[in-house]
């Protein structure tokens, strides 16, 4: 499997902060890359797909960047409705579809 | 607008099989090109991915789970099923299915979820 990693676990941030959440996967997935938004008791939202492409609908404060084997997220200016917890996924191929563990974004 | 919704028992007993249905409305299951995917996440935990199944029947399961998984479609009411069986507390979770666009796609479409505990 192709583990993904996550740094850092938990951020505490403040609004208007520049926040960057990082993804580490154990072998190249080229660009395979999507990153979701999960708040309490729903479910994941997609946020960025093909490690940099905005889904439509969201907010363009959200960016993502990065390949091969290293992944940004970037949140231009954290807004109120952003804290949440935030998973990368790989999509590579069905070695399986793994995720990372989760980044906590709370509030300072 | 596509809507996915789960629906089944909230409560399994150990060594028995969970079974969930996704009903799919605004679009179509047999729709060229979309795969539609189980996805679980135990409280308080991370999301694991299940399985997949694209409108033909053809599947595709987490080889963590692959002995115990069962997914199936049903095209004529535009539903997919999920069958988990010998399930032990290590199953608990959310279970969510989904929708991807392609075989290189993530999920872009997910269900509310639906909490299975296993229990006696």
């Known amino acids: 499997d192709i583990q993904m990693t996550q740094s850092p676990s938990t951020l505490s941030a403040s609004v208007g902060d520049r926040v960057t959440i990082t993804c580490r996967a154990s072998?190249?997935?080229?660009?395979?890359l999507a990153w979701y938004q999960q708040k309490p008791g729903k479910a994941p939202k997609l946020l960025i797909y093909?490690?940099?492409s905005l889904e439509s609908g969201v907010p363009s404060r959200f960016s993502g960047s990065g390949s091969g084997t290293e992944f940004t997220l970037t949140i231009s200016s954290l807004q109120p409705d952003d804290f949440a917890t935030y998973y990368c996924?790989?999509?590579?191929?069905?070695?399986?579809?793994?995720f990372g563990q989760g980044t906590k974004v709370e509030i300072k | 607008q596509l809507q996915l919704q789960e629906s089944g028992p909230g409560l399994v007993k150990p060594s028995e099989t969970l079974s969930l249905t996704c009903t799919v409305s605004?679009?179509?299951?047999?729709?060229?090109?979309?795969?539609w995917d189980w996805i679980r996440q135990p409280p308080g935990k991370g999301l694991e991915w299940i399985g997949s199944?694209?409108?033909?029947?053809?599947?595709y399961y987490n080889p963590s789970l692959k002995s115990r998984v069962t997914i199936f479609v049903d095209t004529s009411k535009n539903q997919f099923s999920l069958k988990v069986s010998s399930v032990t507390a290590a199953d608990t979770a959310v279970y969510y299915c989904?929708?991807?666009?392609?075989?290189?796609?993530?999920?872009?479409?997910w269900g509310q979820g639906t909490l299975v505990t296993v229990s006696s």
């Open positions: 989904a929708r991807r666009r392609s075989s290189w796609s993530p999920f872009d479409y």
């Open positions: 605004g679009g179509s299951i047999s729709s060229s090109g979309y795969y």
């Open positions: 199944i694209y409108y033909s029947g053809t599947t």
């Open positions: 072998q190249t997935i080229s660009s395979w």
């Open positions: 093909k490690a940099s």
């Open positions: 996924q790989q999509y590579d191929s069905y070695s399986p579809y793994t």
